[in-house]
């Protein structure tokens, strides 16, 4: 075990300056400091190291519980590491594995250890952020249900909290610490609680990073800061490496374009300041925003959170200094079941670099192009800050960072007005050991409207001394005798690139007119315009070996990939598939895997003893160009999927609301008879009518009240609480009443249906859209569901206990009838209690019907209908389900694919209408059940089509995907 400390090494690099006579000898002096308990992860002032190796850290975030089919984990983390991400963050979320307490699943969907195989199998490393508190836009914000009922506060210190977090961090180390790097696995850091930075208890903090460490958690610990608070940093409760996050655009979408200008630019300050010694870590850095119901939609956060906003807003984290960063969400996913917190609905598709469905952005293609720069460009993990002159230094903002170990340094352009979409050109001085230089000599360098980038100088690469470009860097590579580079910039932009050669007859070979060179004291300037494509620049005779300098325009760059060879440390080169998932090499011959969406022209440029290729097993006949690089077609096979019509399939349909009728027999429901709770909301009226207290943690909820009648009665009032976008329906003896937005109610005038003599029947029917969070630790995430009042009018004492209450939420409670599934799978509607919407349900005597329905219907409906798919091998096309209605009337319904709830559509609210069904919970080589229930809000409503429907069809080495379990009926535990 190593000392908790600094360890201090000395190496020596010994750097010949050309023009010197005696070599340099310069001393690097290194001061790692690591946590005390492992020195596999260690870091300095610049970076994080794992096993001594410096790198930079860029992670995508990844909810394993967005996405229950662990196949496709494999398939979304294998795309992350084709963005370059090197990391992964996971949240791990308590109330997805306890549906009581003491009952944990790790099993099926839940199975963690997958996730973490799935990453390792993409070579990603891993931050675990298991809470027990996490936020994230989930129920609870991933407390579980049962926890409601803990009397003691959550976040903060005491008997009871402590054993309850203790028993889910129990639960959960024992995934996390036996994939830990020291135990060889994948997880380097692992972050304490979440965003905790109101109502803090310190010790409470402390509690929890001493129960990690107990449990052997020994790779450093973090904390996200929710922006630059300070908190945790030092003291009771402080972690190894503190950190933060930001959400500089914030998370409405309906203003796509417009950007606040707000940059931070004080963050390198506030670094010195709070935690120097560490790298500066941005746990959580905005790659997309969550959209509420009612909101714009997820298309309009993916055009707010661009591929310009990730160029401004990342690059200006560099420039401040993060070496490490996390991009929340990498992927998003799906909010199914009642997974998600009120505010959302069930996509979280996030507008993140890789969409819900799996599918490639614009974005993940940006994220790409400056990992691959970031992991290619190593001087940038170690530098210090300077201020460059600029001769348009009050529109320009330039960050210089000179590396400490050589002479390389980077110059980091942008508009001070981040939102500025105006054009401006400018000049930079740069000294390098070549020279003082006013860059760009002979042609224009321009910041284009929302756009930064890094420059690179006086840069060693390979065989070649590069002393500057305005372009940027994508990657390099050596292929054997010759050295290549990728360079970009917008279509019509200049560019400009200064070589350190050797001799003056250096041969510079190119195709494009645009292209022009001169050679002056040694260095090579060569003169270009980036065009659509890209343009080969063949340098010959300047340096031991060959460059081909490969410059692309932007589009044509988001086409380039760099894969790491398997099984090595060099990239291979390949421009214009749609998503390159990986390469290796046996013998000469290069295996490239990936998915394409159309027939594709592609490059490569590659090792020269390569002769010979294929793409996804199949043999691809490649020709090869003057400069050795490789051209050729991957020709797309259309795969002539037949999706059924469900407008024209066979539809099954079943009223389901019995619940309504006076008669129907409730005794088998809980009886509402609590006086006291633990819940936030103050009742106004007894019995306590909150569900949770009942055990009923989850989508909808029944009540049926009774009172006899007296001639005093006038009617009755009703205040519903849930969260937003929530509704509720009343009937009294069978009448509806009306459908109402949460709130107060007063039910008068009730001639005819209120009875004065005999008993009255009262049934609600709550849709509930899930829990708060506890984002403030003040334990808001206990506000009720259900009713906070429920009193008679025309009596005397209307608070006291005037009805007796029945209540009833999903079949079991907390004893869940379908513990695969899981806790937020289904609600108490009567047909989720009785299995409808599970495969093998027999539905043989409902009712025939075709969808979209022609009938008003009041009250619940449930409709069926089975599906086959047979979606070939070597395909992927990410499948969904569409409702198009132009019904009038309010209302909500469920999806159930095979059994598991994978939308909640609000026809009023909007804005989904498309819903993903994962393949794997998707049979896409046989028959699926769809259940649809349609709860109206008002009276009578018509469920519209129901449309099935891929988001793309790929050509792609997608790793198989399994089928999830999806019992039925049969397996029902009741
Ligand atoms: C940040 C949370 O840490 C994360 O869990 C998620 O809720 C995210 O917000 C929004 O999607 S908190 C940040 C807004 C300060």
């Not at 001493?210 to 958690?217: H, I, M, P, Y």
């Not at 200049?494 to 070589?499: I, K, P, Q, T, V």
């Not at 995430?781 to 939420?809: C, E, H, M, P, V």
């Not at 349900?841 to 009938?855: A, N």
Request: charged share 25%; glycine share 8%; proline share 5%.
């Amino acid at each position: 075990m190593v000392a908790r400390g600094v360890l201090t090494s000395v190496s020596m690099a010994i750097m010949a300056v050309a023009t010197a006579a005696a070599p340099l000898v310069s001393l690097e002096k290194r001061e790692e400091s690591n946590n005390g308990l492992t020195d596999r992860v260690t870091w300095d002032k610049h970076s994080l190291l794992i096993d001594g190796e410096r790198l930079f850290f860029f992670s995508g975030e990844f909810h394993y519980y967005r996405l229950p089919s662990p196949s496709l984990w494999f398939d979304v983390m294998e795309k992350f590491k084709a963005l370059e991400f090197n990391g992964v963050s996971f949240y791990f979320n308590w109330g997805y594995h306890s549906p009581k307490k003491g009952v944990y699943d790790f099993d099926g969907v839940r199975d963690v250890q997958k996730a973490f195989d799935a990453a390792a199998a993409a070579d990603l490393h891993v931050i675990t952020r298991a809470g027990p508190y996490i936020n994230a836009e989930v129920d609870c914000g991933g407390f579980p249900g049962w926890l409601m009922n803990q009397h003691s506060m959550a976040r903060k210190s005491s008997p009871e909290n402590d054993a309850n977090s203790k028993e889910w961090l129990e639960a959960i180390d024992k995934y996390i610490v036996p994939n830990q790097i020291t135990k060889g696995g994948r997880v380097v850091l692992n972050q304490i609680d979440n965003e905790y930075a109101d109502n803090v208890d310190p010790y409470y903090m402390e509690m929890i990073k001493q129960k990690f460490a107990e449990d052997g958690v020994d790779v450093p610990s973090i904390f996200n800061d929710p922006n630059t608070n300070g908190y945790f940093a030092h003291g009771t409760g402080s972690v190894d490496i503190y950190g933060w996050d930001s959400y500089p655009l914030g998370f409405d979408c309906s203003n796509p374009t417009v950007w606040p200008n707000n940059r931070s630019t004080t963050w390198r300050d506030y670094h010195e300041m709070m935690n120097p010694g560490e790298p500066m870590a941005l746990y959580e850095f905005q790659g997309g925003a969550f959209d509420p119901w009612g909101g714009p939609g997820y298309d309009a956060c993916r055009t707010m959170v661009n591929e310009q906003y990730a160029k401004v807003f990342y690059k200006n984290n560099y420039a401040q200094g993060a070496t490490i960063q996390n991009l929340y969400m990498g992927y998003g996913g799906s909010s199914w079941g009642g997974l998600a917190k009120p505010t959302v609905y069930t996509s979280y598709d996030y507008g993140a670099p890789i969409s819900e469905p799996g599918l490639m952005t614009p974005k993940g293609y940006e994220v790409k192009l400056q990992g691959t720069f970031l992991h290619t460009v190593k001087p940038f993990w170690t530098t210090e800050h300077f201020s460059p002159k600029v001769d348009k230094d009050d529109i320009i903002l330039v960050d210089g960072l000179a590396d400490v170990n050589t002479d390389t340094k980077f110059y980091i352009a942008q508009h001070w007005n981040t939102a500025s979409e105006d054009k401006d050109e400018f000049h930079i001085d740069i000294e390098t050991s070549d020279g003082k230089f006013t860059i760009p000599q002979k042609n224009k360098l321009v910041i284009d409207g929302r756009e930064a980038k890094i420059l690179t100088t006086d840069y060693d690469f390979h065989s070649q001394h590069l002393v500057y470009t305005t372009s940027e860097i994508f990657t390099h590579q050596t292929m054997g005798s010759h050295d290549v580079m990728v360079v970009y910039a917008y279509e019509d932009q200049e560019g400009e690139f200064a070589l350190k050669v050797s001799k003056d007859d250096v041969k510079v070979d190119a195709k494009d007119d645009s292209v022009s060179h001169s050679v002056e004291d040694g260095i090579l300037l060569i003169n270009y315009k980036h065009t659509n494509g890209t343009t080969p620049i063949y340098i010959s005779g300047g340096s031991d070996q060959d460059l081909l300098l490969l410059v692309a325009g932007y589009s044509s760059a988001t086409r380039w990939w760099a894969p790491i060879v398997k099984d090595s440390k060099d990239r291979v080169l390949i421009q214009g598939p749609y998503l390159v998932r990986g390469a290796s090499i046996s013998d000469s011959t290069l295996a490239f895997t990936g998915d394409i969406d159309e027939t594709t022209d592609i490059e490569v440029v590659v090792p020269e003893n390569i002769e010979s290729f294929t793409w996804n097993d199949k043999e691809l006949k490649l020709k090869k160009s003057e400069h050795g690089t490789w051209t050729g077609t991957i020709e797309f096979k259309d795969p002539k999927i037949d999706i059924p019509d469900l407008t024209k399939a066979e539809w099954k349909y079943s009223e389901a609301s019995p619940e309504i009728n006076p008669d129907f027999d409730d005794s088998t429901w809980t009886t509402a008879n609590h006086l006291q709770t633990n819940s936030v909301t103050i009742p106004e009226t007894w019995p306590i009518l909150f569900a949770d207290d009942y055990g009923f943690h989850t989508g909808c909820i029944w009540l049926r009240g009774k009172f006899n009648g007296s001639s005093d009665i006038t009617g009755f009032n009703l205040t519903a609480v849930s969260g937003d976008a929530s509704a509720w329906v009343a009937w009294l003896n069978g009448e509806y009443l009306g459908g109402y937005d949460v709130g107060n109610q007063a039910f008068e005038d009730l001639n005819g249906t209120l009875k004065t003599d005999g008993e009255n029947v009262i049934s609600l029917l709550l849709w509930t859209t899930g829990h708060e969070d506890d984002w403030s630790a003040d334990d808001d995430y206990k506000t009720a569901r259900g009713f906070q009042k429920a009193n008679l009018l025309g009596t005397r004492n209307q608070t006291i206990w005037s009805i007796d209450w029945k209540i009833q939420g999903n079949l079991g409670g907390e004893d869940l009838a379908d513990p695969v599934r899981g806790p937020y799978n289904e609600g108490g509607l009567y047909g989720e209690r009785m299995g409808w919407h599970l495969p093998g349900f027999d539905d043989g005597d409902w009712d025939k019907v075709s969808v979209p329905e022609d009938k008003n219907r009041t009250g619940v409906s449930w409709y069926r209908t089975n599906f086959d798919l047979d979606i070939p091998d070597g395909y992927d096309a990410p499948m969904s389900i569409k409702f198009d209605d132009d019904t009038k009337t309010r209302y909500r319904a469920l999806l159930f694919i095979n059994g598991w709830q994978f939308g909640r559509y609000a026809n009023d609210l909007g804005p989904q209408t498309q819903y993903y069904l994962p393949s794997g919970i998707l049979n896409t080589k046989g028959s699926n059940t769809l259940a649809v229930a349609v709860i109206p809000i008002d009276k009578g409503a018509q469920l519209g089509k129901v449309i099935l429907e891929p988001y793309k069809v790929l050509e792609s080495s997608i790793p198989a995907v399994e089928l999830v379990d999806s019992p039925g009926i049969d397996k029902r535990q009741t």
